[in-house]
């Protein structure tokens, strides 16, 4: 199997595919849209890779970062996606993104991902629950179900962004709130628990 390749950037396609020469022999790896951006011809590049087997072909999926892979290798080992339509997804969401829709129950959000339904998303918001690490999962239960406490974990997790709050600090703050309580207290404990991180 081959997890990863350095080399230098041969050419790069507009179906997001790039060939990396990596000693002497040319590696054809699909990749997102913003990696694709980056992957500059003449550049050198590492990328972290998953390599995909079947019984008529075999093709290698790339990634900048150890997380993304992760994140993919989620979608693709969910019922009725693909590779191709995992790419799309990490085209659209980003990992840490995707994250944050799975935690919040929104659908929505996953339905602009090209061929994605709202059947499929919903099936997909229950799926990568098991298979993501999504923070404050009662609530997230809560929100699908119709409850409360999803919705004031979205709502805290606006305000917390409003205040300008990064997504990983932000993410790694709900995951240690109760999964219950309304959403003024759930902001109160956020922002002490912030203000005690940055102290």
Avoid: C, W
Avoid at 108 to 133: F, M, Q, S, W
Wanted: hydrophobic share 40%; glycine share 12%; charged share 25%.
């Amino acid at each position: 199997m081959i997890g990863s390749l350095r080399g230098d950037v041969l050419e790069r396609d507009t179906d997001s595919s790039v060939l990396i020469e990596v000693g002497g022999v040319g590696y054809l790896v699909s990749v997102t849209s913003r990696a694709l951006a980056e992957l500059e011809p003449g550049s050198s590049a590492f990328l972290h890779t998953h390599h995909h087997i079947r019984d008529d072909a075999q093709q290698l999926f790339g990634f900048t970062s150890r997380d993304e892979r992760r994140t993919f290798q989620a979608l693709i080992g969910t019922h009725g996606i693909g590779p191709a339509l995992a790419m799309s997804i990490l085209d659209v969401h980003p990992p840490a993104a995707l994250v944050d829709l799975v935690a919040t129950g929104d659908h929505a959000a996953l339905t602009l991902v090209p061929k994605v339904g709202p059947k499929t998303a919903k099936r997909l918001i229950i799926e990568l629950r098991d298979r993501l690490t999504v923070p404050v999962l009662d609530g997230a239960e809560s929100a699908t179900d119709g409850g409360g406490g999803g919705s004031a974990v979205a709502a805290v997790r606006d305000a917390l962004s409003g205040l300008g709050y990064g997504t990983e600090e932000i993410r790694d703050t709900l995951r240690d709130l109760p999964s219950d309580g309304d959403s003024e207290t759930l902001l109160r404990d956020a922002l002490k628990s912030l203000g005690a991180r940055n102290a």
